[in-house]
């Protein structure tokens, strides 16, 4: 069956239906570091998030999700980092110069602070690597990255509707799962 593609204002969610929100949205929600939360997709995503909280609707996480949210969120710091001029020459390799530094041990607080946000507000799922359906996996991963590939694949198996702004999840470029994504 082919997918669906909704958009977010107009879905009206049922208290059954079980999400799952893709990194860029956790980033939109609760990045400050990119300016995210100064704009249209961030409020749009914030009131989205509010309402499936005040219907209590299931929202499931995991380890990935996690990991890109605090790979991205240290990425971006360091790229400021760089940029500052305060900061010439200081900060020149990532693992090297900034993995361990100060700024970074200061940002690595704040990315546990929304890693908790995040994981309070979500039910923790397991990744199922071992049932997933790799070469499938590797079949996608020619038109869109890995990651995306993988919440294709673990979100139809688990019937989980798609909460993202990747355009790589609105792309005819992904099998038809059956799956419904929800986007601006």
Same mark, same amino acid.
């Not at 204002?9 to 990194?23: A, G, H, P, R």
């Not at 949205?25 to 499936?52: D, E």
């Given at each position: ?18 999400? @799952? @929100? ?7 929600? @609760?990045?400050?570091?990119?300016? @995210? ?23 499931? /996480? ?14 971006? $710091? ?7 001029? #305060? ?19 200061? /940002?690595?607080?704040?990315?546990? #602070?929304?890693? /908790? ?6 039910? #923790?799922?397991? $990744? ?11 079949? /996608? ?26 355009? $790589?999840?609105?792309? $005819? ?12």
């Amino acid at each position: 069956m082919p997918n669906k593609n909704f958009s977010i204002s107009s879905y009206s969610v049922k208290t059954s239906d079980i999400f @799952f @929100f893709d990194n860029n949205i956790w980033m939109y929600i @609760f990045c400050p570091l990119a300016n @995210f939360q100064k704009g249209k997709r961030q409020t749009v995503y914030s009131k989205f998030l509010s309402h499936l909280i005040s219907l209590n609707v299931h929202i499931y /996480t995991n380890s990935l999700i996690l990991s890109e949210f605090s790979n991205r969120y240290l990425r971006l $710091d360091y790229d400021l980092a760089r940029k500052d001029v #305060k900061n010439a020459g200081l900060y020149n390799d990532y693992k090297r110069d900034f993995v361990g530094s100060p700024r970074f041990c200061e /940002t690595v607080t704040e990315v546990k #602070k929304y890693l /908790t946000q995040i994981t309070n507000l979500c039910q #923790k799922s397991s $990744d199922e690597f071992n049932s997933i359906n790799l070469p499938e996996i590797f079949n /996608t991963f020619v038109n869109i990255g890995f990651n995306d590939s993988y919440y294709i694949q673990l979100s139809s198996k688990k019937n989980w509707i798609v909460v993202s702004d990747d355009s $790589d999840f609105l792309s $005819d470029k992904i099998p038809d799962k059956n799956l419904t994504i929800l986007s601006l």
